[in-house]
C-alpha cells in the first residue's frame, strides 16, 4: 500500500508540475493579445480577460493535482 500511495504522490506531483508549465505558456504564447488588450482599453478588455480566464482554468487543475499529491504522500507517511 505504501508503494501505491507513493507512486500517486509522485504522479501527481509531475501532473502538478506539467499543468503549471502549460498555464504559463498561455500566457507567453498570447502576450500579442496581452498588449492588445491593454492597448485598447477598458472599453474592450475582451481578450485580455479571456487570456486570465483561459491561464486560471490551467493554474486550478495545477492547484488540484498538488493537492492529491499532498494527500497522497500524507497518506504515505501514516502508511506501514
Not at 10 to 39: N, Q, T, Y
Not at 52 to 60: C, M, N, T, V
Amino acid at each position: 500500500m505504501k508503494l501505491v500511495f507513493e507512486t500517486l504522490s509522485e504522479s501527481s506531483a509531475a501532473v502538478a508540475a506539467i499543468l503549471w508549465f502549460i498555464s504559463a505558456r498561455v500566457r507567453l504564447r498570447k502576450r500579442g493579445l496581452v498588449d492588445r488588450g491593454l492597448a485598447i482599453g477598458i472599453d474592450n478588455p475582451r481578450e485580455l480577460l479571456l487570456l486570465i480566464y483561459e491561464q486560471s482554468q490551467w493554474s486550478a487543475w495545477a492547484a488540484i493535482a498538488a493537492g492529491l499529491a499532498a494527500i497522497f504522500a500524507i497518506a504515505d507517511g501514516f502508511a506501514r
